[in-house]
């Protein structure tokens, strides 16, 4: 069932200035940019009509003049450097403080840029008037101004100096009013809304249970280190899910990552992506390779178990959850069959798969059609990711779950942590008005929550299962809040 006119005029009323027309046209003309989705709906909304037109030729100019390519670095360079004037662009910033000097250094990672130390520096004057903004976060989306200094009196060296900076955030989450508008609409208005939030059009969903698997796919969005594995065909979009709704998350597709990359790298002193990020996605899983296995065995197993790690004489903690996205054949889609051998090697040590939390069934989503782009008015995907990022840190919601869920006393840590840390992140993401338990209705918990954080936790124990006889396939016995007994 699609959007229909009564939800979209709630949309539209309720949000307001949140909301976006969607186009699949306008779509094409932002990946042919090269603008994800959370820039491409700021643009639609600073550019189109009541009617959600755009003019194309607007759009490009004003992003050929604020949003470079990274092969118009040098042509910005010369303008500082040999015209003397400054520029200025959206960029992806990070910025560190340099402890010998006590200087503010920035890298602008999409341009390659800097080489080299001190090439790159932030203005002392600035970088107290942004010090939150700067260096609130390992990497930032900003409004940056820059100009070329000489080094002295020496005009043949000098530093590309950050002068200005703007936050590129659009809105200000208030999550309060997030969850009073999330009362305005029934449970099904509200799963299709997500949907177009994130680019994709309920018509194209066959029923409610392809929706439910696709919406799997957000739960490192709103909870903190929840680790997945999926497996599905090609052409299901998890690739785009990952790299283009939030600027909060990563995607390593394919190659080779060493445990310096994604945990710590004692050369460079430097945290990995796991304490950048709100998830690693780690795409075309089978193509992936790792320098040394057995290292970077041993410390996932640490860090996806509580989120610590320790490399060398280093100890540190990320939030991010680690998602698996692999393919896999037509004749290994069973839940009952050994899956996992679809995997890497190093990833089919029974002690490491325990460690990921549930498994998303990836050939239960469409693959992608034109019937399955969003069209219409729609939550902005920008807003949409600043308040899923923002929701991670409500520890209410977890208390809401163990206060609903009672686990007979013989279940397995791991199981229990696992279906509790999957059904408070479906409570974040269907229900995000319920931060006390009396406010939920315990037969939609039971079947939205509960009884798909089981399911996504069942299949990663009957694989464990298959891949070692120790392990039981079967999960705790559960109660919902005293009222009744929840059995497989």
Not at 381 to 398: G, K, L, N, Q, W
Not at 456 to 483: C, N
Request: aromatic residues 10%.
């Amino acid at each position: 069932m699609s959007l229909s006119d009564r939800t979209i005029d709630k949309v539209k009323t309720v949000f307001s200035d949140m909301v976006v027309y969607k186009n699949p046209r306008n779509s094409a003309l932002f990946q042919s940019l090269n603008i994800p989705s959370f820039l491409r709906d700021w643009l639609v909304m600073r550019f189109a009509g009541d009617e959600g037109r755009i003019d194309a030729e607007e759009v490009q100019s004003y992003v050929s003049r604020y949003i470079p390519r990274r092969e118009d670095w040098e042509s910005l360079k010369s303008e500082m450097i040999n015209e003397g004037q400054r520029v200025r662009f959206l960029a992806k910033v990070q910025v560190t403080i340099d402890v010998q000097s006590g200087k503010g250094l920035f890298q602008l990672p999409d341009f390659g840029f800097p080489r080299s130390k001190y090439e790159a520096l932030v203005d002392q004057k600035l970088l107290r008037a942004k010090k939150d903004e700067l260096l609130g976060s390992y990497e930032t989306w900003g409004v940056v101004e820059l100009e070329w200094v000489p080094e002295g009196l020496n005009k043949k060296k000098g530093s590309v100096v950050m002068v200005d900076f703007s936050s590129f955030r659009p809105y200000r989450v208030d999550l309060d009013f997030y969850r009073d508008a999330r009362k305005e609409f029934s449970l099904e208005e509200w799963i299709n809304v997500l949907l177009m939030a994130v680019d994709y059009h309920p018509a194209g969903f066959l029923d409610e249970k392809q929706k439910l698997t696709f919406l799997g796919r957000l739960l490192p969005f709103v909870a903190q280190r929840v680790n997945l594995i999926e497996l599905a065909p090609k052409g299901t979009g998890k690739s785009y899910v990952f790299s283009q709704i939030s600027k909060y998350g990563w995607l390593v597709s394919g190659g080779s990552i060493s445990r310096a990359r994604l945990l710590y790298d004692m050369n460079r002193r430097e945290l990995g992506l796991v304490s950048r990020y709100d998830y690693v996605a780690l795409d075309e899983i089978q193509t992936i390779s790792f320098p040394n296995e057995e290292e970077i065995v041993g410390a996932l197993k640490n860090y996806l178990e509580s989120g610590e790690f320790r490399v060398g004489d280093q100890q540190g903690t990320g939030e991010a959850g680690l998602v698996l996205l692999g393919n896999i054949s037509v004749e290994s889609m069973d839940v009952n069959t050994p899956m996992f051998k679809e995997l890497p090697l190093v990833f089919q040590e029974s002690a490491l798969i325990d460690r990921f939390h549930g498994f998303i069934e990836g050939w239960n989503i469409p693959r992608m059609r034109e019937n399955l782009r969003a069209e219409g008015w729609a939550l902005n995907t920008e807003y949409f990711s600043e308040v899923v990022h923002s929701i991670r840190d409500d520890i209410r919601y977890a208390n809401v779950v163990d206060e609903l869920i009672l686990i007979s006393g013989n279940g397995d840590t791991r199981d229990t942590k696992a279906i509790k840390r999957l059904a408070t992140s479906w409570l974040k993401l269907l229900f995000p008005h319920v931060v006390k338990p009396e406010d939920m209705n315990t037969e939609e918990f039971e079947r939205y929550c509960l009884n798909i954080a089981r399911q996504m936790r069942g299949v990663i124990r009957k694989q464990l299962h298959l891949m070692d006889s120790e392990y039981s396939d079967t999960l705790p016995e559960m109660t919902i809040a005293g009222i009744r007994r929840y059995t497989r």
